[in-house]
Protein backbone atom coordinates (compact mmCIF):
# COMPACT_ATOMS: atom_id res chain seq x y z
CA UNK A 1 0.00 0.00 0.00
CA UNK A 2 1.25 3.78 -0.77
CA UNK A 3 0.80 5.93 1.31
CA UNK A 4 1.71 8.92 -0.81
CA UNK A 5 4.61 11.81 -0.37
CA UNK A 6 4.77 12.61 3.49
CA UNK A 7 3.06 10.28 4.60
CA UNK A 8 -0.07 11.12 3.27
CA UNK A 9 -2.92 8.39 1.95
CA UNK A 10 -3.91 8.54 -1.70
CA UNK A 11 -7.40 8.23 -2.31
CA UNK A 12 -8.80 6.25 -5.38
CA UNK A 13 -9.54 8.49 -8.28
CA UNK A 14 -13.59 8.51 -8.50
CA UNK A 15 -13.72 8.18 -11.70
CA UNK A 16 -12.40 5.28 -13.04
CA UNK A 17 -13.78 3.15 -15.87
CA UNK A 18 -12.66 -0.33 -17.03
CA UNK A 19 -12.92 -0.75 -20.89
CA UNK A 20 -16.06 -3.11 -20.38
CA UNK A 21 -17.62 -0.36 -18.92
CA UNK A 22 -17.05 2.33 -21.67
CA UNK A 23 -18.28 -0.66 -24.07
CA UNK A 24 -21.32 -1.13 -22.31
CA UNK A 25 -21.83 2.81 -22.04
CA UNK A 26 -21.09 2.62 -25.87
CA UNK A 27 -23.18 0.39 -26.68
CA UNK A 28 -26.02 1.64 -24.78
CA UNK A 29 -25.53 4.98 -26.76
CA UNK A 30 -25.98 3.20 -30.13
CA UNK A 31 -29.31 1.96 -29.17
CA UNK A 32 -30.59 5.50 -28.27
CA UNK A 33 -29.16 6.85 -31.61
CA UNK A 34 -31.06 3.92 -33.51
CA UNK A 35 -34.27 4.77 -32.00
CA UNK A 36 -34.25 8.39 -32.41
CA UNK A 37 -31.78 9.48 -35.50
CA UNK A 38 -33.23 12.72 -36.06
CA UNK A 39 -32.52 14.17 -32.66
CA UNK A 40 -29.29 15.36 -32.87
CA UNK A 41 -29.50 17.20 -35.91
CA UNK A 42 -29.01 20.76 -34.84
CA UNK A 43 -31.27 22.24 -37.83
CA UNK A 44 -34.36 20.59 -35.57
CA UNK A 45 -34.18 23.70 -32.73
CA UNK A 46 -33.94 25.98 -35.36
CA UNK A 47 -37.95 27.24 -35.37
CA UNK A 48 -37.94 26.95 -32.04
CA UNK A 49 -35.08 29.07 -31.56
CA UNK A 50 -35.68 31.85 -33.69
CA UNK A 51 -39.78 31.32 -33.45
CA UNK A 52 -42.20 29.28 -35.70
CA UNK A 53 -42.05 31.10 -38.78
CA UNK A 54 -40.77 28.35 -41.20
CA UNK A 55 -40.74 30.84 -43.88
CA UNK A 56 -38.35 33.27 -42.08
CA UNK A 57 -35.81 30.59 -41.37
CA UNK A 58 -36.36 29.13 -44.97
CA UNK A 59 -34.27 33.02 -45.58
CA UNK A 60 -31.27 32.71 -43.46
CA UNK A 61 -29.55 30.93 -46.26
CA UNK A 62 -30.42 33.55 -48.29
CA UNK A 63 -29.57 36.22 -46.49
CA UNK A 64 -26.29 34.70 -45.52
CA UNK A 65 -25.20 34.23 -49.49
CA UNK A 66 -26.49 37.68 -50.30
CA UNK A 67 -24.09 39.26 -47.26
CA UNK A 68 -20.94 37.31 -48.72
CA UNK A 69 -18.21 40.02 -50.24
CA UNK A 70 -17.87 40.14 -53.67
CA UNK A 71 -15.09 38.03 -55.49
CA UNK A 72 -13.68 40.49 -57.13
CA UNK A 73 -10.58 39.81 -55.85
CA UNK A 74 -8.22 36.89 -55.69
CA UNK A 75 -7.77 37.52 -51.78
CA UNK A 76 -11.54 37.31 -51.45
CA UNK A 77 -12.65 33.27 -50.76
CA UNK A 78 -16.21 31.42 -51.04
CA UNK A 79 -17.70 35.00 -52.37
CA UNK A 80 -20.60 35.85 -54.60
CA UNK A 81 -20.01 36.12 -58.47
CA UNK A 82 -20.24 39.99 -59.16
CA UNK A 83 -23.60 40.65 -60.84
CA UNK A 84 -25.42 37.84 -58.65
CA UNK A 85 -27.82 40.82 -56.85
CA UNK A 86 -29.27 42.00 -60.20
CA UNK A 87 -31.31 38.90 -61.01
CA UNK A 88 -35.13 40.04 -60.97
CA UNK A 89 -37.13 39.21 -57.74
CA UNK A 90 -40.27 37.22 -58.38
CA UNK A 91 -42.96 39.56 -56.35
CA UNK A 92 -44.39 39.27 -53.33
CA UNK A 93 -47.69 37.11 -52.45
CA UNK A 94 -49.97 38.28 -49.87
CA UNK A 95 -49.16 35.22 -47.18
CA UNK A 96 -45.56 36.52 -47.59
CA UNK A 97 -46.50 39.91 -46.64
CA UNK A 98 -48.30 38.54 -44.04
CA UNK A 99 -45.74 36.37 -43.07
CA UNK A 100 -43.41 39.19 -42.47
CA UNK A 101 -45.59 41.27 -40.71
CA UNK A 102 -45.91 38.53 -38.11
CA UNK A 103 -42.04 38.61 -37.90
CA UNK A 104 -40.98 41.55 -37.73
CA UNK A 105 -44.03 42.25 -34.92
CA UNK A 106 -42.66 42.65 -31.21
CA UNK A 107 -45.02 40.11 -30.03
CA UNK A 108 -43.19 37.41 -32.31
CA UNK A 109 -39.34 38.98 -31.30
CA UNK A 110 -39.99 39.05 -27.25
CA UNK A 111 -39.55 35.28 -27.00
CA UNK A 112 -36.93 34.48 -29.90
CA UNK A 113 -33.25 35.33 -30.16
CA UNK A 114 -34.15 38.07 -33.07
CA UNK A 115 -35.27 40.49 -30.84
Given at each position: ?90 P???P ?7 V ?11 G
Amino acid sequence: EYSGMFGQDKAPALHVRTQSQASQTSQASDVESDTQPLTDDPDLGLPKKFGNSTLFTDTIPVAEYQGRPLADHMSVKNGRPPGALLLPRPPLDAPTVAEAIAVISCWYEDNTEWG
